[in-house]
């Protein structure tokens, strides 16, 4: 073997796992069939996709194409399918798909929880990740989870159509948690290498198929039962000259995850980690005041300018089974000034999304801030089967604008539609959600990443707000 000189792989093939000898790069289900994508194989004229109902005694069925892309249709709707391609004597290993409606516009990529083709990773998609190159693609990023696994690989994928479809780019070897985001025309991602590992910067300078060497920024413990880097895909908000970002240092087992900032400025070369500045981390105290009685802190912030110009680390708050159990978010300010100063305490305020991911943009147009929550309220307060739109005009007093995806109607333990990344892009936000339906292990552990549109979503706060 060859030593490794590039943090991107297409794909990264572990020794002694098999990930086949061709290569299934994405699975799309739909309704009564599947779209399954796959790299190239050289020479190769034609390919054949074998599929049946999954551990059915069933003959395979075939289909012949001739390009690394098939879509399958005419099957059952709701039934786990099996299938593989092949080449000659190469072959892919065997890969599952459960057909079915799932909401959104389109499927970014799909995987089965029974199917272990990421096993040396995880089983379940996470940490969604969605990027406008200013070539003028969508680039859209996930990671592979599994609790207590390695969890340290990221899949890339791009869109030219404007999210209608998509296919691979390349994948990172060791990501995770990792946010894409654009600097002066290049392409970075700001990631650990796996859950409370080490913080690390990339870049690519051809729009995410290769990214050089990470940089090391921080050095984490990499072990889920001891205090490293926490952070979740968050945007880079620019501020006073600088980039800033949140992160956490702590874990579960401790269990505290303490708020910091990351920053360096604008025009500095970012990978250099010389450049970069943290907050020193602060835990959670619960004499602060309006506290939550029973809760174990704050996690995943989102940085804000505030109305009143100041700068602010808005932050995920764990209520469960607290007084109340719902509708509370932290905020922690952070001093400008002094990029390594700790962030304070400022305030609770009133939140109905506190208790899953959430970012917050704020909109010039409509001055207001809008953010995308696993929404909560008195006839809903836990659960992510329920998405909605909600806006402020102070950061402070919350308006639900509209559901986006209502599936209450559903089990709570079944559905999640979780951890969203959007951009607010003229009239349109768009945005990619790790997906939990259709077969999903659980809501946490989601088995797709899912893109949306919501068209004209100003018209909405106008009716919310006349």
């Known amino acids: 073997m060859k030593a490794t000189t590039s943090w991107s792989f297409s794909p990264y093939r572990p020794p002694l796992f098999d990930v086949g000898e061709i290569y299934v790069c994405r699975i799309a289900p739909e309704k009564s069939g599947f779209v399954a994508e796959w790299l190239p194989e050289k020479d190769a004229k034609t390919y054949?996709?074998?599929?049946?109902?999954?551990?059915?005694?069933?003959?395979?069925?075939?289909?012949?194409?001739?390009?690394?892309?098939?879509c399958i249709e005419g099957l059952a709707e709701g039934y786990d399918y099996e299938f593989c391609v092949s080449a000659g004597e190469k072959k892919s290993r065997l890969r599952l798909v459960r057909t079915g409606f799932v909401p959104g516009d389109s499927v970014i990529q799909y995987l089965h929880p029974q199917d272990n083709a990421y096993a040396y990773s995880g089983g379940a998609l996470c940490s969604p990740s969605l990027v406008r190159h200013p070539d003028g693609y969508l680039l859209a990023s996930m990671d592979l989870f599994k609790s207590n696994a390695p969890q340290n690989l990221t899949l890339i994928y791009r869109s030219d159509d404007e999210g209608k479809t998509w296919h691979y780019i390349s994948e990172l070897y060791p990501c995770f948690w990792g946010k894409m985001f654009i600097h002066k025309g290049a392409l970075y991602m700001l990631a650990v290498s796996t859950e409370y590992g080490d913080l690390l910067i990339g870049r690519s300078d051809d729009g995410g198929k290769t990214f050089g060497m990470p940089t090391v920024l921080?050095?984490?413990?990499?072990?889920?039962?001891?205090?490293?880097?926490?952070?979740?895909?968050?945007?880079?908000?620019?501020?006073?000259?600088?980039?800033?970002?949140?992160l956490e240092w702590g874990n579960w087992q401790k269990p505290y995850h303490a708020a910091m900032c990351a920053s360096v400025p604008e025009d500095a070369e970012l990978l250099d980690a010389r450049n970069w500045a943290f907050t020193d981390p602060v835990p959670y105290d619960p004499t602060w005041a309006g506290t939550v009685e029973n809760s174990k802190g704050c996690i995943e912030g989102c940085m804000v300018k505030g109305p009143d110009g100041g700068l602010y680390n808005v932050m995920r708050y764990d209520t469960a089974g607290g007084k109340p159990a719902y509708g509370k978010a932290v905020v922690m300010r952070v001093d400008p000034d002094r990029p390594e100063a700790p962030l304070t305490f400022d305030r609770v305020i009133d939140f109905p999304g506190n208790l899953s991911k959430f970012e917050i943009h704020y909109d010039e147009p409509s001055r207001r801030y809008f953010s995308i929550v696993s929404y909560l309220d008195a006839e809903h307060p836990k659960g992510r089967n329920l998405l909605s739109l909600i806006a402020s005009s102070d950061l402070e007093n919350w308006k639900l604008i509209t559901h986006i995806w209502d599936y209450r109607h559903l089990p709570d333990s079944e559905v999640g539609f979780q951890y969203i990344n959007f951009i607010i892009e003229g009239e349109d936000i768009i945005l990619a959600s790790r997906t939990a339906f259709n077969g999903a292990k659980n809501y946490h552990d989601a088995n797709y990443n899912i893109f949306a549109r919501i068209r004209n979503f100003r018209e909405s706060l106008r009716e919310k707000c006349e």
């Open 48 to 70: 054949t996709v074998s599929y049946r109902i999954y551990k059915s005694e069933a003959a395979f069925e075939t289909a012949t194409v001739t390009e690394p892309r098939a």
């Open 218 to 246: 921080l050095r984490g413990a990499g072990r889920p039962t001891v205090a490293g880097v926490h952070k979740n895909p968050q945007k880079m908000l620019s501020y006073g000259g600088r980039l800033w970002t949140t």
